[in-house]
């Protein structure tokens, strides 16, 4: 919390999305495989505020368990209940009774903004220019306005031709032909001082053409009393940031806006993306990478991304939770998730890390190979279709063709250990719990039960046997 001044910060989150078509509420429709609502609320942590009241109405359980388990901020976070939807005054209204302990405790510099659920987009930066208007300008509130190209269903700002001080906000279905001309927009993104807020939020009326109760009639209340109002404005080239969503359709656009925004971060990161408008980013932090690395196109990023130096990642991989050490190629059409790959390994292509995964220095995993839960040591190598899970592979190891290590007995798992320098042949099934020694080889085809001994060549193979019998054609 910021003690020159406290923030309440109120969210509206009550709304259905009916044109969504969707079963999920408005705000948990997801944006880069996360829902809106927590894009606002990771922003809003760079603010500290005292609280943030989200006011909660269609399928608001589901609502507040999303949020419950996935925040990871530090500030409080409170709910009020909207059971029906009569507008953003009446919205607003629902979260007065934590406004007036806030201004209770902190009665001068206290200020409540007002935010749509649906913005995912808005910047740490815009917030902390409106808040240091308010206090510079003394203002009972503040708008951050925007200027579109087609300002069709938003909310028209009205500034008086002497002074250009705003005087209203005509919402489209009560507006003129003229007004309709405007292309400054109101944003629904308002700084309130908390004690204006609390004294004029009961007195919105509901005479309009949409019968709700308007939280921009706060304004014309200003205006007639001669309080201070101030304004912030969005040129069009950052309108962007407060972009709803409505549709499924304005929901792609702002994916695709945000993917653009992300990728251009990877960039200035001196990361070289060979299409820029084909990789989707889906981190929960800011990746950290070294020099020269390339990514090429359809390539997906999610959660936590560490990236050495002189890595390449092909076409149409997927990484999640990944630490890439240096000097590291990945070829097209790899999935890798929750593992380690140390320096100068090759992976692929078509190859699969499942989590919990380790590659030592130099190891290869080619292409059609799954490794879950197991460690490669160094110089190790599995070239082609292979399944390696919950076992620990020493170095110097050749894993041949359609190796399997067999490692659920249906109730349990175990574990296959081999040691440095074994040679597992082509087509072989190691029937865990089982140990292959150093430098044992493995002969191909070989089911192993039982464990395997060092410098020994073991086979397990039934007799092979032609039978005289003529076969018809």
């Known amino acids: ?29 997801p944006l880069a495989n996360k829902p809106l609502i927590l894009h606002l609320l990771n922003t809003l942590q760079g603010l500290k505020p005292a609280q943030c009241i989200i006011v909660y109405g ?34 607003t209204l629902q979260s007065i009774k934590y406004l007036q302990q806030s201004l209770a405790t902190k009665p001068k510099n206290n200020f409540t903004l007002v935010l749509v659920g649906d913005t995912p987009l808005l910047q740490i930066d815009t917030l902390q220019k ?5 206090m510079q300008k003394q203002s009972k509130l503040t708008l951050l306005t925007a200027k579109v190209a087609n300002p069709f269903g938003y909310g028209r700002i009205v500034r008086n031709a002497e002074n250009q001080q705003i005087s209203a906000i005509i919402e489209e279905k009560d507006a003129n032909e003229t007004i309709k001309k405007i292309k400054e927009i109101n944003t629904g993104i308002l700084l309130f001082d908390t004690n204006f807020l609390i004294q004029n939020l009961p007195k919105v009326n509901n005479n ?29 080239n950052q309108s962007w940031q407060t972009e709803g969503v409505n549709t499924k359709l304005q929901l ?18 001196g990361i070289t993306l060979l299409n ?34 002189n890595v390449k990642i092909g076409a149409n991989c997927v990484l999640k939770n990944m630490i890439i050490e240096d000097n ?42 799954e490794v879950k839960k197991s460690m490669l040591g160094k110089n190790s190598k599995a070239g082609h279709l292979s399944y390696l899970g919950d076992a620990i592979i020493g170095e110097d190891v050749n894993i ?20 440095n320098k074994a040679f597992i042949g082509s087509g072989t099934q190691l029937v865990a719990p089982v140990e292959i020694g150093e430098n044992a080889i493995i002969g191909a085809g070989t089911t192993l039960t039982k464990t395997a001994p060092e410098n020994q060549i073991t086979v397990s193979r039934s007799p092979q046997k032609s039978i005289n019998k003529k076969i018809k054609k």
């Open 1 to 29: 919390m910021n003690s020159d001044f406290e923030l309440n910060v109120v969210i509206l989150a009550a709304g259905i999305g009916s044109r969504m078509k969707s079963n999920l509420p408005k705000v948990l429709q």
């Open 58 to 91: 269609h399928q608001g359980e589901l609502v507040k368990q999303t949020i419950c388990q996935n925040n990871t901020n530090d500030f409080a976070i409170n709910w009020a209940f909207q059971e029906q939807q009569n507008g953003t005054a009446h919205a």
């Open 130 to 134: 409106l808040i240091t208007t308010q």
């Open 208 to 236: 309009n053409a949409q019968k709700e109760y308007y939280l921009t009639d706060l304004i014309a209340m200003a205006v007639n009393k001669n309080l201070p109002i101030a304004s912030n404005v969005l040129e069009e």
């Open 252 to 269: 792609a656009n702002l994916e695709r806006i945000y993917q653009k925004h992300q990728a251009e971060k990877l960039l200035e990161k």
């Open 276 to 309: 820029l408008n084909n990789v989707e980013i889906r981190l929960s932090q800011e990746i950290i990478c070294g020099k020269d690395v390339i990514i090429d196109s359809g390539v997906i990023l999610e959660g936590k991304i560490v990236i050495g130096n």
């Open 328 to 369: 590291v190629i990945i070829e097209p059409f790899c999935h890798l998730e929750n593992s380690i790959i140390k320096n100068n390994c090759s992976i692929g292509p078509f190859a699969r890390l499942r989590p919990n995964s380790e590659l030592g220095e130099n190891v290869h995993i080619g292409n059609f190979v």
């Open 400 to 419: 041949g063709a359609g190796t399997i290590t067999c490692n659920y007995d249906g109730k349990h798992k175990h574990q296959t250990i081999i040691n």
